[in-house]
């Protein structure tokens, strides 16, 4: 039993060193320096974090059911769709920062909208928009990392409900670490985004390395993929 717990204790502590993947952190440093607020930041991690862990928990329990570990060629898919992600992420970071700050922003809301002076920073949190991106880009890191993660949970656990205990609780450590380091990152990049140049600056930075890291874990994918 104890050697249960502190495995489910090491897999809760990987699950926030996780969050720290160089992917993870160019793709939500993209989204975070469009919402540049400690509370904006650390709720679109949390979303991360939310579709992160439906993504591992819901692929790792139908891998974990059958006892079988992610086809070789799914688990190259499903990083080049996180790559592909990323990619797209850096080009609208990098189109944002172009665009000139203070124009009318304008919120759809069902049948009804509003346009008033501001920039691409503000948000409704009760809306869907601000959950959605977030939860899509951690569906899609959950999904790269579905394959490793459950191998590594059936090789070091006893058996396959143990082995989803620690599924479960790396996911938790991965949506509470991602929360807290958007957090953090909210607040320098809350106080960067206080001057407008700098802000767009910024995001022309952090959209370049979301596009770089894209495009160099993508194309090795690309080259195995189209040699198969």
Known sequence: MFTLLMSC???FLIGLRHALDPDHLAAMSALVV???RRFRAAVQGAF???????????????LLAWRIQ???????????????????????SVRSSLRARGAAITHRHG?????HAGDPGHFHVRSWTVARRPFLVGIAHGLAGTGAVTALALASMPSARAAAAY????ALGSTGGMA??????????????RRPAAHAV??????????????VWGAPIVGRLLSS
């Open 111 to 115: 049948p009804a909208s509003h346009a």
């Open 70 to 92: 992610l086809p070789e060629r799914w688990a190259e898919l499903f990083e080049l769709a996180a790559s592909a992600m990323l990619i797209g992420l850096g080009v609208r």
């Open 202 to 215: 910024l995001m022309a930075g952090i959209g370049a390395v979301s596009l770089l890291v894209g495009i």
């Open 48 to 62: 991360w974090g939310a579709g992160h862990a439906a993504a591992l928990l819901v692929t790792g329990a139908l």
């Open 34 to 36: 469009e919402q540049p």
């Open 180 to 193: 807290l380091l958007t957090g953090l990152l909210g607040v320098p990049i809350g106080r960067i985004a």
């Open 167 to 170: 599924l479960l609780v790396f």
């Open 9 to 11: 204790w090491l897999g």
